[in-house]
């Protein structure tokens, strides 16, 4: 009985152990499946499907051939992305190349003061944190970005001595970009001026050494001109630049294309500068060198955008004035044309008396053609000097005793008639002046009549024909009086003048805002308004008032500090007056302790009445006209 209990346990147990096994087979089965087909969808997603993956028990074998080491390693990163690396078994093959081709090194060293970065593949053989300890100390303990890599190969011909010129170059380059190269160095960099980028260049170039390759592009910042000039002078046939500026590099090689066909003789430059007048600049002085080839000798002149051409004396009169007509009809709008014929002694005794004066838009004034005698020429010359500015006149007058009766009379009023102008001329004449030109004045034209009516008589026949340019008129973009209190006062709300407490001391925190107003108040010179402050009701009244006072003078003294013309404003404290919030509150009170700027009206006359006594009465003030 026992016998058959102990064979009936025993194939229980026999059974269960069967179906454990067969069980853990099925599972071992599929998680190798599971893995395999995981590892193989997973390889071929990501471009390696040359790679074989093989199941064996919990463990995967990659086998295949590798069209390169990196493809090799990619694949048992994508691996070891399915299943746990300690499961791979690394069976891949790398294909045999024809001959090991090192990699190309370079390095980009890039630098913006005190930060520096290092990007690029170098050889292991070259220490990468000496490099960044040695640039540290170069250029003053700065903050080095390593981005380098490394590869196991021998340093290149000339590798070694690129790199540490590369390096020497950065200490006097705070603002570079330099590309190193086996034998070869490449350098862009930005220079404080002209004077500096040619220190620069003359530094690196002496410090180059031998069989090395130093690529330098080194530029400094466009200087401004003002006004932007360009001279050009053709003396038998040979012509010669005293001053170029261009605004761009294609501009320049227009003009320096066409000084050659007008008879540039040896090199020359143009300066790329900033000021230019108009973006047409080159073709401008392109059309002018053009009409000066025609003409033969003699010069153009160019500030800004007023153009003097004057010709040689013995230049043929008919060419001079066909090619000085085309170009006038050709050159963009923005310019102006002024054109000198010169002509004999001779045949200027025989013109009649005329006398020129021209004001440029840059502000420098001409006087050309006849005075009577030297008093009359030193008077008239200091007269314009007057109006104009001594540094801004240019005399090319001669003598002739036989003038007109009144002809200074005439030379001085044209003088004063051209004051009126932004630029334009006055012609004088013997029976005739004539005045022409652009201005930012309304009354220009009403203003020159009237001189030219007193000086020379209202017989005097004169004709006037003056533009009014209102971008030319200073008081055309000025805000009105409503608009320069109602943009301060919106400063004010947006960000608060702040007083210590219980003080007329402006906190520092409010330089910004008193810097806004000052902005506002600059175009506002003409306005005249009230600096009113106010307090909030906690304390005396009297040392309210007293208060307000204070800060009202204290906002008026900060703004004549910054230089603004204060007088147009006043300051006039009301202390606990016009609340414009409960003063139950803290913020009620902060929002009546404040600043305000009121527009002041000139207050009408009164008419005195009949029964008047004479005496002074106390005037009645409103509580309007207090605010």
């Not at 004034?365 to 000097?385: F, H, I, N, P, W």
Request: with cysteine; charged share 25%.
């Amino acid at each position: 009985m026992q016998l058959k209990s102990f064979v009936a346990i025993f194939s229980v147990l026999t059974g269960a152990a069967a179906i454990s096994l067969l069980v853990a087979n099925v599972s071992v089965d599929r998680i190798e499946r599971n893995s395999e087909d995981g590892v193989r969808r997973a390889l071929l997603l990501k471009g390696e499907d040359w790679a074989q993956v093989e199941a064996e028990g919990l463990h995967l074998r990659l086998t295949g051939i590798a069209p390169r080491e990196s493809a090799r390693f990619h694949a048992l990163t994508i691996a070891g992305e399915v299943v746990d690396s300690y499961r791979i078994r690394d069976d891949m093959q790398v294909a045999a190349s024809a001959a090991f081709i090192p990699p190309e090194f370079s390095v980009e060293i890039l630098r913006n003061d005190d930060q520096v970065s290092l990007i690029g593949l170098i050889p292991t053989s070259t220490d990468r944190s000496e490099i960044a300890s040695t640039i540290a100390e170069l250029t003053g303990d700065t903050d080095v970005s390593d981005m380098l890599e490394a590869a196991d190969y021998d340093a290149p011909t000339g590798w070694n001595i690129a790199l540490a010129y590369a390096i020497d170059a950065l200490t006097e380059l705070p603002h570079s970009k330099i590309s190193v190269h086996p034998g070869r160095v490449i350098i862009e960099a930005n220079s404080a001026s002209s004077d500096d980028r040619t220190r620069l260049k003359q530094q690196l170039s002496r410090s180059i050494p031998t069989d090395l390759e130093v690529q330098l592009d080194i530029s400094a910042p466009r200087e401004v001109v003002s006004p932007f000039t360009l001279r050009f002078l053709r003396e038998e046939d040979q012509g010669r630049f005293d001053a170029c500026f261009a605004d761009t590099d294609r501009s320049r090689r227009h003009i320096l294309t066409a000084a050659e066909t007008a008879g540039l003789n040896g090199p020359a430059d143009c300066t790329i500068a900033l000021g230019n007048p108009s973006p047409k600049w080159g073709e401008a002085v392109g059309l002018a060198l053009n009409a000066l080839a025609e003409i033969g000798d003699g010069s153009v002149t160019f500030s800004d955008a007023d153009i003097t051409l004057i010709a040689a004396e013995g230049s043929d009169s008919s060419v001079f004035e066909r090619a000085t007509e085309e170009l006038q009809a050709e050159l963009p709008d923005v310019f102006t044309l002024h054109t000198v014929f010169p002509v004999s002694e001779e045949q200027a005794e025989r013109l009649p008396p005329e006398f020129t004066v021209t004001l440029s838009p840059e502000g420098q004034v001409q006087l050309r053609g006849r005075m009577t005698d030297e008093r009359t020429k030193t008077a008239v010359e200091s007269y314009a000097a007057a109006r104009f500015g001594e540094e801004q006149i240019y005399a090319a007058t001669r003598l002739d005793s036989e003038m007109p009766e009144g002809w200074p009379i005439r030379v001085l009023s044209a003088i004063e008639a051209l004051s009126f102008l932004e630029n334009g001329s006055v012609v004088v004449e013997e029976n005739h002046v004539s005045v022409r030109g652009k201005t930012g004045n309304p009354n220009a034209n009403a203003d020159i009549a009237r001189v030219l009516s007193e000086k020379l008589g209202t017989s005097e026949d004169f004709a006037i024909d003056v533009e009014y340019i209102e971008a030319l008129d200073p008081q055309a973009d000025l805000p009105t009086p409503e608009e320069c209190v109602s943009n301060i006062n919106a400063v004010l709300t947006e960000t608060k003048l702040a007083f210590s407490p219980g003080s007329a001391n402006i906190a520092s925190g409010s330089g910004d805002t008193l810097r806004a107003i000052a902005d506002i108040l600059n175009s506002c010179s003409h306005v005249k308004m009230e600096i009113s402050g106010y307090t909030d009701s906690q304390g005396r009244e009297a040392m309210n008032l007293q208060l307000s006072q204070s800060r009202a003078d204290a906002v008026l003294n900060a703004l004549m500090a910054r230089r603004i013309l204060t007088a147009g404003l006043t300051a006039k404290g009301y202390g606990e007056e016009s609340p414009i919030a409960s003063n139950e509150t803290e913020a009620g009170r902060e929002a009546n302790r404040r600043i305000e700027f009121v527009l002041v009206e000139d207050a009408p006359v009164e008419e005195t009445t009949e029964g008047s006594t004479g005496e002074e009465q106390p005037a009645e003030t409103t509580e309007a006209e207090n605010e």
